[in-house]
């Protein structure tokens, strides 16, 4: 079929039930779904309108959206550099070349696709930043081969499973890292959670059971949803051009560029970086140590750093990975506001939205339920706060005090929010954005197929998350 010939119902016949119905939810995406920002603002006015009716002033509602506006930039910074990392790292010569050599392996669309999809999954588990850029880079290598014909939606959505289904189970987990160093606490969650290490965490079995179930089941899905020959929209008809670019630095034309060109620098720095890293490694545990995003993130810039050997190489791709982040510049600080708001808003009897809604969760569980509905809830607020550790900040006091009343594995409740905060995440733009600005996507281009995973991985992960719990016992906080 030329590639710019018209799909035709009969060659989406010859699709499979799954692709077919992936192919209507993108579909429809196309048509209806709105910019990512659009869901931030969506999610500010809902937030705002719901305290309003929990009985807060509009006075404490604005006065909370502006307070509350600038409060995660620490945050939002430590993920931008998990960006920058991960985008670093991909982008150089030794990474590339690996990525060159993988999509010489596929032999068909259909497998490209599920490659994918596991090669992004597998590095989640090292960095959701790498894992991003990673599996962008692999679908644009994949798209230059014209022989596969692959369809670019579909490999675009693969290449998101990284961040939709598994890398909260990793090394990256905010919420996993945040509650093994007790340095990254507040003082007010401390005494309510203790310190939760690795091994209580995403090193139990019975996550590491959760992360190899999703992995066979995202692979599979995507798979079975991808468009055959007859149906794939390439990247060519899609308009994106997929080049190589060229990324070859000009020579040094002046005496002053000449250390820019020279590896002298990166060699001196990145002794320095690695003479502190193996400090930090020996004098605590490596569980410990890798929990600290400071340290993860210093770990993979100055990997990136030396991958790219030369100074000017190092600053272009920096220069690249730049805007990648935009959107979670722009966009954090308004998710930081709507935390403010259903916090800092409080009614006439001083109650406010997150308070309502931690009583009627404690209210209406019990120990055999409390995973389910944990889990259930923490997706559903996950779509308004795509924030793996701002959000877990804001959920913790009340779930793991509920958790200590009723008796439920603090690591586990840990590990029911990872699982369960990643789900929206599939249908969520706002984690999309560096991909998409590698792949020259929207959203709504990939969107119809990560549905389809979301729609799978629903009923399987919080099955998993209820019936593991039953296996684990409940230990008292431990204390620093």
């Not at 055959?228 to 990324?247: I, P, Q």
């Not at 810039?301 to 991958?307: D, I, K, P, S």
Request: charged share 10%.
């Amino acid at each position: 079929m030329p590639m710019d010939a018209p799909v035709t119902p009969r060659d989406r016949a010859k699709d499979s039930a799954l692709a077919r119905l992936a192919l209507r939810f993108t579909d429809w995406a196309v048509k209806w779904f709105p910019d990512a920002f659009v869901f931030v603002a969506i999610a500010v006015v809902v937030v705002a309108l719901a305290a309003l009716l929990n009985g807060a002033p509009a006075q404490a509602v604005t006065k909370s959206f502006g307070d509350g506006f600038w409060s995660l930039i620490p945050f939002t910074m430590q993920m931008v550099f998990v960006t920058i990392g991960g985008y670093v790292v991909a982008t150089s010569a030794p990474v590339q070349a690996l990525i060159d050599r993988m999509a010489l392996v596929p032999k068909t669309g259909r497998g490209a696709i599920g490659f994918v999809a596991l090669a992004t999954m597998l590095s989640s588990f090292l960095s959701w930043g790498l894992s991003l850029i990673f599996g962008g880079l692999l679908t644009r290598a994949l798209a230059r081969r014209t022989d596969l014909r692959m369809d670019y939606r579909a490999a675009g959505a693969a290449a998101y499973l990284g961040l939709g289904a598994t890398w909260a189970m990793g090394l990256s987990s905010s919420a996993a890292q945040l509650q093994a160093n007790p340095k990254s606490l507040p003082p007010s969650l401390l005494p309510i959670t203790g310190v939760i290490p690795f091994s209580e965490t995403i090193f139990l079995w019975q996550s590491i059971l959760i992360a190899a179930v999703l992995v066979v089941l995202s692979t599979v899905i995507a798979l079975a949803s991808a468009p055959g020959r007859e149906t794939a929209v390439t990247a060519e008809a899609l308009g994106v051009d997929v080049a190589k670019e060229d990324d070859r630095l000009p020579p040094p034309t002046q005496p002053g560029e000449w250390l820019e060109h020279a590896p002298i620098l990166t060699v001196l720095i990145g002794l320095l970086a690695a003479g502190w890293l193996v400090q930090e490694f020996a004098r605590q545990d490596w569980k410990i140590a890798i929990s600290n995003l400071n340290t993860y993130n210093l770990l993979f810039l100055m990997l990136g750093f030396v991958l790219h050997w030369r100074p000017k190489r190092f600053l272009a791709a920096l220069g690249k990975a730049v805007p990648a982040t935009a959107g979670i510049l722009i966009q954090f600080p308004f998710y930081a506001a709507i935390a403010a708001i259903l916090t800092g808003a409080k009614n006439g009897a001083g109650h406010s939205l997150s308070d309502v809604i931690a009583h009627a969760f404690v209210a209406l569980n019990t120990p055999g339920s409390f995973p389910l509905a944990m889990g259930i809830y923490s997706a559903i607020l996950g779509f308004f706060i795509p924030s793996g550790g701002g959000k877990w900040l804001l959920e913790a006091p009340y779930v793991m005090q509920a958790a200590n009343e009723l008796k439920v594995h603090l690591g586990w409740a840990v590990q029911v929010y990872n699982a369960a905060e990643a789900l929206p995440n599939l249908i969520n733009p706002f984690f999309m954005l560096p991909l998409l600005g590698i792949l020259k996507l929207k959203a709504r281009d990939i969107v119809g197929f990560s549905f389809l995973q979301l729609l799978a991985h629903l009923p399987v992960v919080l099955l998993l998350l209820w019936a593991l719990a039953f296996t684990l016992e409940y230990h008292p906080p431990v204390m620093p």
